[in-house]
């Protein structure tokens, strides 16, 4: 099956720092790739996603970036904002399917 | 995006109880559903899929005897933990696919904590 690895597990920035995160997957023919971002004691919430047909994608200061050869894809963030400090999440899928198999997740901390 | 509701939203009930928890999509029809578990600090467990009119599929290890799931409508999917020990305490989250439409979105409950005591 999927296997989908994240790092770093805890990132530490200064606001207005950019903050990247990085993850990799096994099966080539996983083809989505959404990211979550986790506030204590809430679920997961949707902030961006990508497909394979695509290389880079972004949304105001997020922006996601894929590349399908070497099999990973990275979340960057540019000027943090100490509201960015939350629990983020990569996830692979093969789309149609819908389940994804989802990082360890990423502890982004931005002190202010 | 598309909103997916949890009731309630935290629960504390004693060992051996039941409890039922609640996942609604709210603006769209969801012929399937997936409930997750989490752990403090760790990432999602799929627990199961909930299919609409059809029994749940359960990952492997997860008791379908203990996690009673029906999906009994296109918008509503219920979770019940039955005769709950301390050791069922976690974290439990919903989610619901936006099909259709080429969308491969997928949207989270805010969450239910369920402690027991």
């Known amino acids: 099956g999927e296997n989908v690895e994240q790092h770093p597990s805890t990132l530490s920035v200064q606001e207005g720092d950019s903050a990247v995160i990085k993850c990799t997957y096994s099966?080539?023919?996983?083809?989505?790739f959404p990211w979550y971002k986790q506030e204590l004691g809430k679920g997961p919430q949707l902030i961006i996603d990508?497909?394979?047909?695509?290389g880079e994608k972004k949304d105001q200061r997020i922006a996601v970036t894929l590349n399908k050869t070497a099999k990973h894809f990275s979340l960057h963030i540019t000027e943090t904002q100490p509201e960015d400090s939350a629990v983020y999440f990569c996830?692979?899928?093969?789309?149609?399917?819908?389940?994804?198999?989802f990082g360890r997740g990423t502890s982004l901390i931005v002190h202010p | 995006g598309a909103v997916v509701s949890q009731h309630p939203s935290w629960v504390i009930c004693k060992s051996g109880t039941s409890v039922k928890i609640e996942c609604r999509s709210l603006?769209?029809?969801?012929?399937?559903m997936f409930w997750y578990r989490q752990f403090p600090k760790q990432s999602l467990m799929l627990m199961a899929t909930?299919?609409?009119?059809?029994?749940?599929?359960?990952e492997q290890g997860v008791e379908k005897d203990k996690f009673l799931i029906n999906h009994a409508s296109l918008t509503l999917s219920t979770l019940t933990v039955t005769s709950a020990h301390p050791e069922d305490s976690s974290f439990y989250i919903c989610?619901?696919?936006?099909?259709?439409?080429?969308?491969?979105?997928?949207?989270f409950g805010p969450g239910t904590r369920l402690t027991v005591t």
């Open positions: 990508i497909r394979s047909n695509v």
């Open positions: 996830a692979a899928s093969k789309g149609g399917s819908y389940i994804p198999t």
């Open positions: 989610s619901a696919p936006l099909a259709g439409g080429g969308s491969y979105e997928q949207y």
């Open positions: 909930s299919n609409e009119g059809s029994k749940a599929t359960y």
């Open positions: 099966d080539s023919a996983s083809n989505y």
């Open positions: 603006d769209f029809q969801a012929t399937t």
